[in-house]
């Protein structure tokens, strides 16, 4: 609502400071000196899944709905979420290794760009929200101490932040083409409208690093800004404002 109302008075500064100050604040949570863990439950959508993503690590309650649902509002996630879904799609590949990110990075931009929801902390670690070293909790009354045994075992183990990265290698002009197309068939097909499309396009601009040559390495605030840029442009688009307003009113997203 507070966004909506920067939208109507045109207030882009405002809303542009407010995105920074989230990121930056993110990012210290990220390469905070003393490890920070997020206890999630119940519904953590949007920017609470953005903080989760930035922490160090997770403990979850079982029962936990986790997502970046930005899309379903024509916004996408501006507070570091595409940045982190995309560092962790290929956090698995070994370093030296030549293989191919595009298989990796298109999966996670299809879980952005459908707004996929997990629907427990187990499947959040199959969508990428969660990484496979986070832990579940079973009984949320338990939750604030299981996460605190967590935060007390990783100093014990010598805990190290991570450094920031500046050397995130993207897929550039080549992925960003590759993604464009199929966005084209799923417009095509009848499964995504017109403006799902722009949005999922402005999406795909941040994973595919911009207009870059394939294979170019870039650093997390070349993302974060890229996201900013994004999330900024889409908020200027009126069917952006009827989807923010129509979820205000009826709580559904609407398909304009």
């Given at each position: 609502?507070?966004i909506?109302?920067?939208?109507?008075?045109?207030n882009?500064?405002t809303?542009?400071?407010?995105?920074?100050s989230f990121?930056d604040?993110l990012?210290a949570?990220?390469?905070f000196?003393?490890?920070?863990v997020?206890?999630p439950?119940?519904l953590?959508?949007?920017?609470?899944?953005?903080?989760?993503?930035?922490?160090?690590s997770?403990r979850?309650?079982?029962?936990?709905?986790?997502?970046?649902?930005?899309?379903?509002?024509?916004?996408?996630?501006?507070?570091g979420?595409?940045k982190?879904?995309?560092?962790?799609?290929?956090?698995?590949?070994?370093p030296?290794?030549?293989?191919?990110h595009?298989?990796f990075i298109?999966q996670a931009?299809?879980?952005v760009a459908?707004?996929k929801?997990a629907?427990?902390a187990?499947?959040a670690q199959?969508?990428?929200y969660m990484?496979s070293?986070?832990?579940?909790t079973?009984?949320r009354?338990?939750?604030?101490?299981?996460?605190?045994?967590?935060?007390l075992e990783m100093i014990?183990e010598?805990?190290r932040?991570p450094?920031?990265r500046?050397?995130?290698k993207v897929?550039?002009e080549?992925g960003?083409?590759l993604?464009?197309?199929?966005l084209?068939y799923m417009?095509?097909?009848?499964?995504?409208s017109?403006?799902d499309?722009?949005?999922?396009?402005k999406l795909?601009?941040?994973?595919?690093?911009?207009?870059l040559?394939?294979g170019?390495?870039?650093?997390?605030?070349y993302?974060l800004?890229?996201e900013?840029?994004?999330f900024?442009?889409?908020c200027?688009?009126p069917?952006t404002?009827e989807?923010i307003?129509h979820m205000?009113?009826?709580g559904?997203?609407?398909?304009?």
């Amino acid at each position: 609502m507070l966004i909506l109302f920067e939208i109507q008075d045109e207030n882009w500064d405002t809303i542009e400071e407010s995105v920074r100050s989230f990121q930056d604040t993110l990012m210290a949570i990220k390469y905070f000196g003393k490890p920070v863990v997020a206890a999630p439950f119940g519904l953590t959508l949007a920017g609470g899944c953005e903080i989760c993503l930035s922490c160090a690590s997770i403990r979850a309650v079982a029962e936990t709905y986790m997502g970046l649902v930005e899309v379903g509002v024509g916004l996408i996630p501006a507070g570091g979420g595409t940045k982190e879904m995309l560092l962790r799609c290929t956090e698995g590949i070994p370093p030296g290794v030549d293989a191919d990110h595009f298989p990796f990075i298109r999966q996670a931009f299809e879980t952005v760009a459908m707004a996929k929801v997990a629907t427990s902390a187990k499947e959040a670690q199959k969508l990428g929200y969660m990484r496979s070293t986070d832990r579940i909790t079973i009984n949320r009354d338990f939750l604030i101490h299981d996460a605190k045994r967590t935060v007390l075992e990783m100093i014990k183990e010598n805990y190290r932040p991570p450094q920031p990265r500046k050397n995130i290698k993207v897929l550039g002009e080549k992925g960003y083409a590759l993604l464009q197309m199929g966005l084209f068939y799923m417009r095509e097909g009848g499964y995504i409208s017109e403006y799902d499309e722009h949005v999922a396009k402005k999406l795909a601009y941040v994973f595919a690093g911009g207009n870059l040559p394939d294979g170019s390495e870039v650093t997390e605030q070349y993302i974060l800004d890229l996201e900013r840029e994004a999330f900024l442009s889409l908020c200027g688009e009126p069917k952006t404002q009827e989807r923010i307003e129509h979820m205000l009113k009826t709580g559904r997203p609407l398909r304009n």
